[in-house]
């Protein structure tokens, strides 16, 4: 069983907007109720078989380091009334994904590989290998597309044309690099590298505030810290805690999300280890024990709890 879908109408509901991952419900036009589905998406193509628990993962990871990091920027959660359930304030988002890397992997080494030295507007040195630890992280965004690909583009383009002021964009970097140092602190802590990750800003009542998911496998890449130096003198691949795995078996099965491109089959076996290896990730990044929450009566359950948990939040605004 899995969580595919949702469906609710929720007292005050004014919009909802179903994502690749995530069913965002509006209410009274500032508050979101954000319910993390088990879909899982690579290519910007939402994949045909949904992943047992992975919600429940992403969404407790968030909650997980959205506290953790609340002394360095205020971020748009309030409560999280039911593993898949995340609710907080509604903020106006920057059109820009702030992505830092701290290693050659991914998006970054298959540029370089290519050929290319500079990724958004970021020169690159000579001589590194893919997982290699860069000289110093970078910030490599991307503009936040509405529909279809996210696009890479430079600071100064962003600047240039208006997306986000300078002003601003200086703030993003700033907190950007700070979020990154406080989720590779807490991620070492756990034997593990935050190789790279990217959050979402926007503003609440002017202030930057952080929104979103952060450190999660679908926004982040882990690598195991006590195998990378041996496998990387080697020139083996990173033993890796995210959802590449993912992308480079579909990549191995002719999928990139290229126009005429099929998603290949997913068999029940390669579901139930993409299931086992988000669950591995939570305990890793977290320390904790996964628990694994019931499917019996999950739509029952999540519409009783934000009900709940929303009846508390509307009588406290009145």
């Known amino acids: 069983m899995a969580l595919d879908k949702t469906d609710f109408q929720f007292k005050n509901q004014t919009n909802l907007y179903k994502g690749k991952v995530r069913d965002v419900y509006t209410i009274s036009d500032n508050l979101l109720v954000m319910i993390a589905s088990d879909r899982i998406s690579a290519f ?130 700033q907190y950007t690099f700070a979020l990154y140092k406080r989720g590779s602190e807490i991620a070492l802590k756990h034997g593990l590298i935050l190789v790279d990750t990217k959050y979402e800003f926007g503003t609440y009542n002017g202030e930057i505030t952080l929104m979103d998911e ?46 005429g491109q099929q998603v290949p089959a997913m068999s029940n076996e390669w579901i139930t280890e993409i299931s086992n290896r988000y669950i591995e990730l939570f305990e890793k990044v977290t320390g904790k024990l996964f628990v694994k929450n019931s499917y019996q009566n999950i739509s029952n359950d999540i519409k009783n709890a934000v009900a709940q948990e929303l009846e508390k939040l509307l009588s406290i605004k009145q």
């Open 44 to 173: 910007d193509v939402v994949l045909p078989k949904a992943i047992p628990y992975k919600g429940q993962v992403l969404n407790l990871i968030a909650a997980e380091f959205l506290n953790a990091t609340r002394d360095i920027i205020p971020n748009w959660l309030i409560a999280s009334p039911h593993p898949n359930v995340s609710i907080g304030k509604q903020c106006k988002p920057f059109k820009v994904e702030m992505v830092v890397r701290g290693y050659l992997a991914g998006h970054a080494a298959r540029t370089y590989n290519s050929g290319l030295r500079t990724l958004c507007g970021v020169t690159l040195p000579e001589g590194l290998i893919e997982n290699d630890k860069l000289p110093t992280p970078i910030i490599t965004p991307t503009t936040k597309a509405s529909e279809g690909h996210d696009e890479d583009i430079s600071r100064e383009e962003i600047i240039k044309q208006g997306i986000v002021s300078e002003k601003e964009y200086t703030q993003l970097e």
């Open 214 to 259: 952060i450190h999660t496998p679908d926004s982040s890449r882990y690598f195991y810290a006590n195998t990378y130096q041996e496998l990387q003198q080697q020139k083996l691949p990173q033993k890796q805690l995210s959802k590449e795995f993912v992308r480079q078996w579909l990549i191995n099965n002719g999928f990139q999300g290229k126009e």
